[in-house]
C-alpha cells in the first residue's frame, strides 16, 4: 500500500473513490478484494472522512502533506488498521523516523534560548500529538503559559 499511488489516484481522477479498489462493509470490514486482512471497520461517516483527508492529504499544509509527499503511508503513523476520530499515535512511532528524542531536542533547540525547547520540556515527555497534528492546525502548547516565547512554527503544521 503506497502513500503514492493513492495520491496518485485522488489528484488525477475525481470519479475514483476508496471503493474503487477496497471492499467495505459498513461496521465490520475494510480491505482489498481476496485478502483475509481487515484495515479496520469504519463506519459510513468514517469512510467519507478519510476520503476527504486523502482528496486533501498532498496538498493539506499540514504534516500529513509533508509525510504525504515523502511517500509514508497512513500505517507509517497509524498502525495497521484504519484510524478513527479520536485516536492518537504513540510518541515511539514519531520517533522511530524523528527521534530519539535526545537527537530531536538537540536539532530543535532555539538558538537565541536553548533552554526554551520544545522537545525538551519542563512538564517530562509529553505526546507528539499535543502540538503536532496530523490532520488539523498544529499549534506549539507552550505557548499556552509561556505567551511571550519565540519558537518557530511547526513546520507543515499550518499554524502558531
Not at 87 to 92: A, C, G, L, M, R
Amino acid at each position: 500500500m503506497s502513500a503514492g499511488l493513492h495520491l496518485a489516484h485522488v489528484a488525477t481522477n475525481k470519479d475514483i473513490d476508496c471503493l474503487t479498489c477496497h471492499v467495505w462493509t459498513p461496521g465490520k470490514r475494510f480491505s482489498l478484494p481476496g485478502q483475509k486482512v481487515s484495515f479496520g471497520s469504519p463506519t459510513k461517516k468514517e469512510l467519507q472522512e478519510i476520503t476527504g483527508i486523502f482528496g486533501s492529504w498532498k496538498n493539506s499544509g499540514y504534516t500529513d502533506s509533508l509525510h504525504g509527499k515523502a511517500n509514508i503511508i497512513c500505517g507509517g503513523c497509524h498502525g495497521k488498521t484504519i484510524a478513527k476520530e479520536g485516536d492518537t499515535v504513540e510518541n515511539s512511532r514519531c520517533l522511530t523516523c524523528h527521534g530519539p528524542t535526545e537527537q530531536l531536542a538537540a536539532r530543535s533547540a532555539p538558538e537565541d534560548f536553548p533552554d526554551r525547547n520544545p522537545h525538551k520540556s519542563h512538564l517530562g515527555e509529553i505526546d507528539c500529538t499535543v502540538c503536532h497534528k496530523g490532520h488539523s492546525e498544529s499549534k506549539t502548547y507552550c505557548f499556552e503559559c509561556h505567551k511571550l516565547f519565540k519558537i518557530k512554527a511547526i513546520p507543515g503544521g499550518g499554524g502558531k
